[in-house]
């Protein structure tokens, strides 16, 4: 500047080139933690911003397209590219020896940034955060068809992480699919937006037995989507007969009992199993349930709430507590499936379709709502996810195999002994400290 260039002259003489390596080993630096990140994009990350991992995570459970094999592929040649440079640099070559495999790396991995099938600015868009396992792919498609909008999926896996999510501001979502104990709960905190039952026409569809309940009275915020049970599935050739959480609990499966990972659903089983209550806020009684899952632990090969139907299907366990559509899944294919709610009881959930009070797409989102009350619709989403549908008007469409499968759609001696889990307030903290401990404890 002293020799008379202006601030953009020196910027691009001066500073830039020298803070240039910094900034290079920045970009890769991030890139590389980006590319290798799952836990802290998954809630950091704002609506329709999928990083590659968070994106194959949800592929591994909404069914593997040959587009990743392609996209491994891409990684891999790039990757390949820039070894090369970089063995090339180190032999003592020129920088410009260098170049074409640097640049040809770099626009493979840019390619997809450039070309990607990214939804066209304008177009309308609905943001969905739904449980895993819960919408197949082609039933979004319908939807994207009919009303010529782009949807964007995002996926979890318990109650307590989509709460955190939504606990950290990260608005954007137009639809989620809570449980009803976080029904009530993000009710409570003025979090849901009034559904308004003009836009819902098929809600007339749903069972009354699924309407109306205390954590939602007259259905004012939410819409049933499944319900279900959490009990356990086993291999009956290996472990034989089953009818006692105490299973979970034998030293003879030392090393093949997958335990969900989910607070309510775990510290949960050890209560009913000893004759307690699911709800219960009772210190003592709670302590006893932490007592056993510690006492478990050595029994137990993986905590898993995604895909611990998988891990049971290829036996790396023989024993899965778990929610029982995922286990209808795989017992269609696996005949040594059995699956069972022990005799002291199990869970039960009834999860559905809310609209967060800062949805950017209210209108869109009644419609997606309306959707899948329809009763086609509603029979595609149980025939593909075999959860159990509250839409009486989708039963007569179901195969056999699904209708009459007890699994999926128990008994009524059998609904008797589930028990809805409820929103306990303040003892929420306690269930996640507990739990907490449990995890990472010896
Ligand atoms: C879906 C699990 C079932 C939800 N992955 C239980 N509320």
Do not use: E, K, Q
């Given at each position: 500047m002293d020799l008379g260039a202006g601030p953009w002259a020196t910027f691009w003489k001066v500073t830039l080139p020298g803070i240039a390596p910094g900034v290079l080993a920045a970009a890769l630096l991030v890139f590389a933690l980006s590319i290798d990140d799952y836990v802290i994009t998954s809630f950091v990350?704002?609506?329709?911003?999928?990083?590659l991992p968070i994106q194959i995570y949800s592929m591994v459970r909404t069914g593997i397209s040959p587009e990743i094999n392609a996209v491994s592929t891409l990684i891999l040649a790039a990757t390949s590219l820039l070894l090369f440079a970089a063995y090339r640099l180190e032999q003592g070559r020129s920088a410009r020896s260098a170049i074409v495999p640097v640049m040809l790396g770099l626009a493979i991995l840019g390619a997809p940034f450039f070309l990607?099938?990214?939804?066209?600015?304008?177009e309308r868009v609905l943001n969905v955060y739904i449980w895993s396992n819960y919408i197949a792919p082609e039933t979004v498609k319908k939807f994207e068809q009919r009303f010529g909008v782009h949807v964007n999926v995002d996926l979890y896996d318990t109650n307590e992480a989509m709460l955190a999510k939504i606990a950290t501001?990260?608005?954007?979502?137009?639809i989620l699919c809570p449980s009803n104990y976080p029904v009530e709960s993000l009710r409570h905190q003025n979090l849901l937006l009034p559904l308004d039952?003009?836009?819902?026409?098929?809600?007339?569809?749903?069972?009354?037995?699924?309407?109306?309940?205390p954590y939602d009275p007259g259905n004012r915020y939410s819409v049933p989507y499944f319900w279900g049970s959490c009990g356990i599935a086993y291999d009956k050739k290996r472990v034989g007969s089953v009818d006692s959480w105490a299973a979970l609990w034998d030293a003879k499966w030392k090393g093949r009992v997958l335990m969900l990972d989910d607070p309510r659903e775990t510290i949960g089983a050890a209560l009913k199993w000893k004759g307690?209550?699911?709800?219960?806020?009772?210190p003592a009684k709670l302590a006893i349930a932490q007592r056993l899952l510690m006492e478990q632990k050595p029994l137990v090969k993986t905590y898993n709430a995604s895909n611990f139907e998988d891990v049971l299907l290829s036996r790396d366990v023989w024993l899965a507590q778990g929610w029982n559509g995922q286990f209808a899944k795989v017992m269609a294919d696996d005949h040594e499936l059995v699956y069972v709610i022990p005799k002291e009881g199990a869970s039960l959930f009834v999860d559905s379709l809310v609209i967060p009070?800062?949805?950017?797409h209210p209108e869109l989102a009644h419609a997606f709502i309306d959707f899948t009350l329809e009763p086609e619709i509603a029979a595609e989403i149980c025939r593909t996810m075999r959860y159990s549908t509250p839409n009486r008007a989708a039963l007569p469409l179901l195969p056999p195999e699904i209708r009459d499968n007890p699994a999926i759609f128990p008994p009524d001696d059998v609904v008797d002994r589930l028990e809805l889990i409820q929103d306990i307030g303040e003892a929420t903290v306690l269930y996640d400290r507990l739990w907490t401990e449990v995890k990472t404890g010896q």
């Open positions: 990350a704002g609506v329709g911003s999928t990083t990607g099938g990214r939804a066209a600015t304008g501001g990260n608005v954007g979502y137009d039952h003009t836009a819902l026409p098929h809600l007339t569809n749903i069972d009354a037995r699924f309407l109306d309940r307690m209550s699911f709800n219960t806020v009772d009070a800062s949805a950017p």
